[in-house]
């Protein structure tokens, strides 16, 4: 045989063991497809939230969130930047849903390009599928990486009230049930909290507030005539309790001690206050509540302290944001304010929601607290409190009308703070001191989403008597309820 017949025998031989080879990896891939697709459910865009179906999505665990993004046009309310998501697959994937508003560039898999569509906040990322069958199995760690940006002050939510504060000089983000998809890619849910990396480039001069521990601040070594600052936190928790905050503010730090561990407390009031130094020297103290709360809902679970005051005028009185809750400047003076919003980092940051709906655990349980403790101040008890507000709505419909146990969204936020801390307080009389306090600090004890009924059988579980028809009359009722011993009446 000729050097050239040879020659021509040995490429047919290597093109049909490529052949082979590349038959055989897809068959390998069709088989693995079709394993992990034997129990494909398709991702939903939206976790399934009975009040907020559309947020968040469906399959995967977010564990952390790395955010760089520059935010040096303020006049414009123009930021830009990139955030690597970093989540766990709970079922086989072809797409994750995330949430965020503003202009998606680009996105990347594990350092791959990958198809996205954007429709409203809704962002879904694409995942290999072999004939149509995904083969990102249950269990995959990934790493997505988005680029975008946009105008804030373009930003709008139709049916609820926007988290974007903004007068062209300073820009607060902050709020609830949303609020993170306004500046990064999320699954804005508090059913799944996770740890977040914070770093923000802003103009010389101007400060750029976080959640977590100030890592670092100063001059920005990749961008001339910027800043940059670097926030962090390893406190999983839900993206609502972010918050973003630029413009000019005083920022004092404070060496405290927490449980013997040093810490540093980080607090920042806008230059644009008329009494700069009352409303730092009210944030401040913040630092004795901690043991207070502690004496009632045990150690302290948050790595950072602090709190913020904007200059803008909010549409509420605080927001538990992780470690450095954001103030109205209208509540200076107000500590039982301090006490509601400190008393979140147990009931509400760590100790999270399975849905909107269970917002009982949260916000009548940071209420009450909140009366525990200005009661110990010297001022109302609990008991004091519960007495009035049942005597002033003796014959308002609406207030009893409401069920705790399923407010809806017209009033998730509102008999919440009132007849919600009166439940809580009847159930501590029905149930004894003693018997009381270990179910509080056990409750405060817990980490990641739990429900209201969660809750109503701890409760059951803590109590010496049975609590359940007291809950149903309190939770469940849609009448006044009886002032009777079985009740919590005294």
């Known amino acids: 045989m000729s050097n050239a017949s040879r020659d021509r025998t040995g490429r047919r031989v290597a093109q049909r063991l490529g052949w082979l080879a590349m038959a055989l990896v897809l068959s390998l891939a069709l088989v693995v497809a079709l394993i992990v697709g034997r129990a494909y459910v398709p991702a939903r865009a939206g976790i399934g939230d009975p009040y907020y179906p559309d947020a968040g999505g469906s399959g995967y665990d977010a564990l952390s969130y790395a955010v760089d993004i520059t935010y040096d046009q303020l006049a414009s309310a123009f930021l830009s930047g990139t955030t690597v998501v970093t989540l766990r697959t709970t079922q086989a994937l072809d797409v994750v849903h995330l949430d965020l508003k503003l202009a998606v560039v680009d996105v990347e898999v594990d350092g791959a390009t990958a198809e ?18 995904p083969t990102t199995p249950a269990g995959k760690l990934l790493d997505i990486r988005v680029t975008y940006s946009g105008s804030l002050a373009g930003v ?20 609830e049930p ?22 923000v480039h802003v103009p010389k001069d101007v400060e750029a507030i976080s959640v977590g521990m100030l890592v670092s601040h100063g001059p920005d070594p990749t961008r001339s005539g910027e800043d940059v600052w670097h926030w962090r936190t390893d406190t999983p928790s839900p993206t609502y309790t972010t918050m973003l905050t630029v413009g000019q503010f005083i920022v004092e730090t404070v060496p405290v001690q927490i449980d013997g561990v040093e810490r540093t407390a980080v607090y920042a009031v806008s230059e644009g206050l008329p009494d700069t130094k009352g409303a730092m020297d009210w944030l401040k103290k913040s630092q004795a509540a901690i043991p207070m709360l502690e004496r009632h809902l045990g150690r302290y679970p948050v790595d950072a302290l602090g709190g913020v005051m904007s200059a803008i005028y909010l549409n509420w009185g605080g927001i538990e944001t992780l470690g450095r809750p954001v103030y109205d400047r209208r509540e200076v003076g107000y500590d039982e304010t301090e006490f509601h919003e400190l008393s979140h980092q147990w009931l509400g940051d760590t100790v999270t929601l399975r849905d909107w709906r269970d917002i009982f655990i949260n916000e009548a349980m940071a209420t009450y607290v909140e009366w525990m403790l200005y009661g110990e101040t010297g001022k109302e008890t609990p008991q004091q409190d519960f007495d009035e507000l049942y005597g002033e709505k003796t014959s308002q419909d609406e207030f009893w009308a409401q069920q705790l146990s399923d407010p809806g969204t017209t009033y998730l936020f509102t008999h919440v703070y009132d007849k919600g801390p009166m439940a809580v307080h009847a159930l501590r009389n029905r149930m004894g001191e003693d018997a009381f306090s270990r179910f509080l600090l056990e409750w405060a004890g817990q980490t990641g989403p739990r429900s209201l009924v969660d809750w109503r059988t701890m409760a059951q579980k803590d109590s010496p008597v049975d609590v359940r028809p007291l ?20």
């Open 116 to 133: 996205f569509t954007q429709q409203g906040s809704d962002l879904a990322v694409r995942l290999p599928t072999v004939a149509g069958i």
């Open 178 to 199: 949303e609020a993170a998809s306004v500046w990064f890619p999320s699954d804005d849910h508090p059913s799944d909290p996770a740890t977040y990396d914070i770093t």
């Open 471 to 490: 809950l149903a009359a309190w939770l469940d009722g849609t009448d006044k309820v009886p002032a009777t011993t079985e009740n919590g009446f005294r």
């Open 156 to 175: 709008t939510f139709p049916d609820k009230a926007s988290p974007v504060y903004w007068n062209g000089r300073e820009t607060l983000i902050a709020g």
